[in-house]
């Protein structure tokens, strides 16, 4: 499996490599975020893009995903997968539409949503759930003195102690799972303990990209210790 992170991002290969099956192997690069590829009609992105997947075939990566929230909630999820299918001939996932592609295996239309994110990528994450038919009952994120890129490491410095209090502090009643939103947040770990104390399905970025690189890829393997999506096929 190859995977494109943003620059900053620490948190997504350590996770990746902590819930791969044993006859797999990840691999990642990294390009910087776009967040407004619209400006220029998705050019500047799409040429970045290319530049990370044609290092991905330098190798014949039979899998392919661009893990970044943000980044993929900003562009349309047929042109992103059909950039990452038609440059290394490989299946190919991206968070945000691996995040509805769970959320539908799950069946949670309704939702909780916990990020470090401030309140106006809040909003635009919120528009974006919304409008693929998932209702947001409760979100909350974080506040941070920081810019990029200092306020993306700051994100992956979040004590897991402080995330497991933020999960729980969005959960509502008729809330069919949690997401945990953020490839650049420390949470895999989390989710079984989550999962037990709310009972209900929770999942993240990481968890849900994996999930869906490994479906999309032929692999089924039911994985173990970070939340009950990765036990799905």
């Not at 990294?30 to 990370?52: A, T, W």
């Not at 970044?68 to 059909?82: R, Y």
């Not at 809330?175 to 709310?198: G, Q, V, Y």
Request: charged share 20%; hydrophobic share 45%.
């Amino acid at each position: 499996m190859g995977v494109i992170v943003p620059t900053v991002n620490t948190v997504a290969e350590p996770e990746f490599n902590a819930m791969r099956p044993h006859h797999l192997s990840v691999h990642f690069t990294r390009m910087p975020i776009h967040f407004h590829p619209e400006k220029d009609g998705f050019k500047e992105f799409m040429d970045d893009l290319k530049i990370r997947l044609n290092e991905l075939n330098q190798f014949s990566a039979d899998i392919v995903a661009y893990n970044c929230t943000v980044g993929s909630m900003a562009c349309p999820a047929d042109m992103l997968i059909d950039k990452l299918e038609s440059v290394t001939g490989a299946p190919g996932v991206a968070t945000a539409s691996s995040v509805i592609n769970a959320l539908k295996v799950l069946k949670a239309d309704r939702i909780s949503v916990a990020t470090p994110y401030s309140d106006d990528i809040n909003k635009h994450e919120k528009a974006f759930l919304e409008s693929n038919g998932v209702t947001v009952l409760k979100m909350a994120g974080m506040s941070f003195k920081a810019i990029e890129p200092e306020l993306g490491r700051m994100f992956a410095e979040v004590p897991e102690d402080v995330i497991y209090e933020h999960a729980l502090s969005v959960d509502h009643p008729d809330a069919k799972a949690i997401f945990l939103s953020c490839a650049n947040f420390p949470t895999a770990t989390l989710l079984e303990h989550l999962e037990n104390a709310l009972g209900k399905p929770v999942i993240t970025s990481n968890t849900a990209t994996f999930w869906a690189g490994l479906r999309k890829g032929g692999i089924n393997d039911s994985i173990k210790g970070f939340g009950s999506l990765l036990s799905i096929s």
